[in-house]
């Protein structure tokens, strides 16, 4: 009482990988915003953090420990959230990894682990809450975050770019099927952002030469901190993208540049991709 109502006041907002980077920032934009936050991440002090952080700020948020390639870890977290605090208006699914070598260099469990994360977690969550959104029966929106990648093939990058792709036409297909709900769908697709995911991301390197993978990183870092590009724009973008409803976002000047590139001239890319930047 006695205060503006936010551009997202009395909306529920979920966002997966809240913990650090992108889904951190996420979430601190839409609490601005006047939304209530159920925030979730595998990394519990982490997501308790955010948590604790919006709530010092004057905002609700409400922290969980989730992995979001556990189908059924999934579901009952999307019941437990649907029974305390309601079906979420907005889902951001955010939570990924990243994962860094040739396919030939990289394990087969390593490969399969990058699939089960950055995709299987986009699809549990959108099976879950998606199901819940449309038996609502009063629309919603999800936020499906992908990749530069999933249009920029690279070799250095093979199950990571592989995902996101998966990602983006899965979200597609989505798009279109619950579009007769109203329940909208957008897809993320940020370009070379300055977050902690260098630093935790896995290098597969050949057998035997990967004792430079540790300098590797920290060049990568370098410049990805150089490019003073941070994951509060990405969250800039995710809210006017829900408000404007748009079906594909990139963002970075490099995201928008390369998807039209992959739309006017993906040969040229397919050449690029010869090159090994990793």
Request: aromatic share 6%.
């Amino acid at each position: 009482v006695g205060r503006p109502r936010g551009r997202f006041g009395d909306t529920l907002v979920a966002v997966t990988g809240a913990g650090s980077g992108i889904g951190r920032e996420t979430a601190f934009a839409f609490a601005r915003a006047g939304a209530e936050l159920v925030v979730s991440d595998i990394d519990e002090a982490t997501v308790k953090e955010t948590a604790a952080e919006i709530a010092a700020r004057g905002g609700t948020a409400h922290p969980y420990v989730l992995d979001v390639s556990d189908a059924g870890a999934v579901e009952a977290f999307a019941e437990r959230v649907s029974a305390e605090h309601g079906v979420p208006d907005i889902v951001v699914n955010n939570a990924g990894i990243g994962q860094a070598g040739c396919f030939l260099d990289t394990p087969v469990e390593e490969f399969d682990r990058v699939l089960e994360i950055n995709l299987g977690g986009v699809v549990n969550g959108c099976r879950s809450f998606g199901r819940r959104l449309v038996e609502r029966g009063t629309g919603g929106y999800i936020v499906n975050v992908a990749s530069m990648a999933a249009y920029a093939p690279q070799q250095s990058l093979i199950a990571y770019c592989t995902s996101k792709a998966a990602n983006y036409m899965f979200s597609d297909c989505l798009r279109a099927e619950l579009d007769a709900a109203g329940v909208g769908v957008t897809t993320i697709c940020p370009g070379v952002i300055n977050t902690n995911i260098i630093s935790t991301t896995r290098f597969s390197a050949p057998v035997g030469k990967d004792d430079n993978v540790d300098g590797r990183r920290g060049q990568i870092g370098r410049l990805f901190a150089l490019r003073h590009y941070g994951p509060d724009k990405v969250a800039k973008a995710i809210l006017s993208s829900v408000e404007k409803k748009k079906p594909i976002r990139p963002v970075a000047p490099e995201a928008y540049a390369v998807y039209g590139l992959s739309r006017v001239a993906p040969q040229a890319l397919r050449n690029a991709a010869r090159v090994r930047v990793i």
